[in-house]
């Protein structure tokens, strides 16, 4: 039977193991084991015959493998916990792509907020007692920004959340050290369940990571006891499950845009704003004004929201909301922000007809706005397509493993997505996983090219997709991108 990859994408050149080697991890742009011995030849003979029995492999290859496949997937979902260097309790429970993008709930000390990070910031919505659970927040502007978009810098935050739950980034932290030695068959590790998940712990130089017990081995957690030494980058007691979501990257783009869409005027913790003296105005039964005079104490122009709470006769009565244009440096405004609500016209009512003293009051408070995001780009990542024909010269390449079956025809073990300044040292150091598992020669090839991540793996999902529909199963070897059950 025809394989149903060659209906799309023509053969490249393949190339062949002629020596192994053990695989380790080294550091650089990704998770890439070192580059065997390699005798290039034309793809019509670059299979040939069994090479015999080969040995089973131990912890150290699968310990290899299966954090290179980590460091190719698409997106993850993470789950699990840790401790900022402040001290501070973080667990999250976020849907994180390989270029950045995220989307869950990040809970600190306790109190937990909608979280959607885009171009490497994070926007937090939460409750009063949140904000006033995250260190470095003021009191006063807990009640502000409560219910409300926030953009939160990094180091306010305490978490660098592409820096520790993007996939390249937790293949990373896992490979950082010497490679792992061990020789001793996987199945001879300590079981442990993960996420539910029954799970292989490998003790690796930075941790431990946990593998699922049966080929290909994916990653399904991890420990750490700490990562870096200072900033938002850094934390300890890393506590992680995760499962692949590499063939739900095109609905996390999407969800990610749509939350995008309502980030129109995210509040801005950073930029200062000098608030001065108030004063009431135009006060009737309809309505009520407070004048507040602010500053802008920033180097640049910003918009500026005002928002207040109202209270009469002991008894909250709403609250009112403005925004201001732009604000120059240095510049100095008033703001009006005016009542209207049902409350305060009781309030007047029973003020004009029941003798006595009737105090209201407003408790205002001044934040600067940030710009709102820009989704053009992950707008394109959610509608990215595969090329309709191969590529070249992209900046990602998409590749294919595989082994002879018999005369020339093919059998995939794998496709995988990598940057294409470093794809074939990554598909070459895989060979020798493909020969322990298939007892056969295997060899490695481009399929395409893309010049982003995402229509690179929208390629790798048809190429998956169309293998799945003839072969009725996965790629034996593909551990992220598509469900083997």
């Not at 490998?202 to 200072?230: C, N, W, Y």
């Amino acid at each position: 039977m025809a394989r149903a990859r060659a209906r799309r994408w023509p053969l490249g050149v393949g190339l062949t193991v002629t020596s192994r080697t053990r695989p380790r991890v080294r550091r650089g742009a990704g998770v890439v084991l070192p580059l065997v011995l390699l005798a290039a030849c034309d793809s019509s003979v670059a299979g040939q015959a069994g090479v015999g029995a080969p040995p089973p492999p131990t912890t150290a290859q699968v310990a290899g493998q299966s954090l290179t496949d980590l460091a190719e997937a698409g997106a993850l979902h993470v789950t699990g916990g840790l401790t900022t260097l402040s001290g501070d309790k973080v667990t999250v429970d976020l849907r994180v792509a390989s270029t950045g993008e995220a989307l869950g709930t990040l809970t600190v000390n306790g109190q937990r907020a909608k979280v959607v990070l885009l171009s490497k910031t994070p926007y937090l919505n939460g409750p009063a007692a949140f904000w006033a659970a995250l260190p470095g927040i003021p009191d006063a502007k807990s009640t502000v920004v409560a219910d409300r978009w926030v953009s939160v810098p990094p180091a306010l935050l305490g978490v660098q959340i592409e820096d520790l739950f993007s996939p390249p980034a937790l293949a990373q932290l896992l490979a950082d050290g010497p490679a792992p030695t061990a020789q001793q068959p996987p199945e001879a590790n300590r079981r442990q369940k993960v996420g539910g998940v029954d799970a292989l712990a490998i003790d690796l130089s930075a941790g431990t990571e946990f593998v699922t017990p049966t080929a290909p081995h994916r990653v399904v957690g991890a420990k750490l006891a700490s990562v870096g030494q200072a900033g938002p980058s850094a934390a300890r007691d890393l506590d992680l499950a995760f499962t692949d979501a590499t063939a739900a990257l095109p609905s996390l783009y999407r969800d990610v845009d749509g939350q995008a869409a309502t980030l129109a005027a995210p509040v801005d913790l950073i930029t200062p704003v000098e608030e001065g003296s108030h004063r009431f105005a135009e006060c009737g039964q309809a309505s009520c004004a407070v004048i507040v005079d602010l500053t802008n104490g920033a180097k640049v122009a910003v918009r500026v929201s005002v928002s207040a709470d109202w209270i009469g006769d002991g008894k909250p009565l709403g609250r009112c909301d403005t925004q201001t244009g732009l604000v120059a440096p240095g510049e100095q405004i008033s703001a009006t922000c005016t009542i209207t609500s049902p409350q305060w016209t009781a309030f007047y009512q029973n003020a004009h007809s029941v003798p006595g003293q009737h105090p209201y009051r407003a408790e205002w408070s001044a934040v600067s706005l940030a710009d709102p995001p820009d989704r053009k780009a992950v707008h394109a990542h959610a509608t990215a397509k595969a090329p309709a024909k191969p590529a070249k010269n992209g900046a990602y390449v998409v590749y294919a493993i595989d082994h002879a079956k018999g005369g020339h025809a093919r059998d995939m073990w794998k496709y995988g997505v990598v940057a294409s300044g470093y794809w074939r040292d990554q598909a070459a150091q895989q060979l020798d996983a493909c020969q322990s598992a298939t007892g056969r020669m295997c060899a490695f090839h481009q399929v395409t090219t893309a010049n982003d991540a995402p229509t690179a793996y929208a390629a790798q999902q048809q190429l998956i997709a169309d293998y799945r529909a003839s072969a009725k199963r996965c790629p034996a070897g593909q551990a992220v991108a598509c469900d083997q059950k």
